[in-house]
């Protein structure tokens, strides 16, 4: 069951998204995107979380977790890719 909850990046829009894919691919995921949409794949200890992300009102990301391991705690998730984004 998909997961919604939107982030408020501190900084500019793309330096945020850049940031992000920067850290995401650096650990071995995946991230496609631009700075009105895309998608991203992460590593963890236990698995895969998927999802994406859709920027709203030109500064807000709406992200959507899509896939995550079965035994991870969906706020644990959230908490994480917030940091990202944040």
Sequence with gaps: M???FTVSPKDDLQATLKRVETTITGKGGQFSGDTSQGNFAGVTP???VKGRYAVINGKDIEITI???PFVAP???IENKI????S
Excluded: E, L, N, V
């Design 82 to 85: 917030r940091d990202y984004f």
């Design 46 to 48: 236990i698995g895969m």
């Design 2 to 4: 998909a997961h919604k």
């Design 74 to 76: 969906q706020s644990i």
């Design 66 to 68: 899509t896939d995550k």
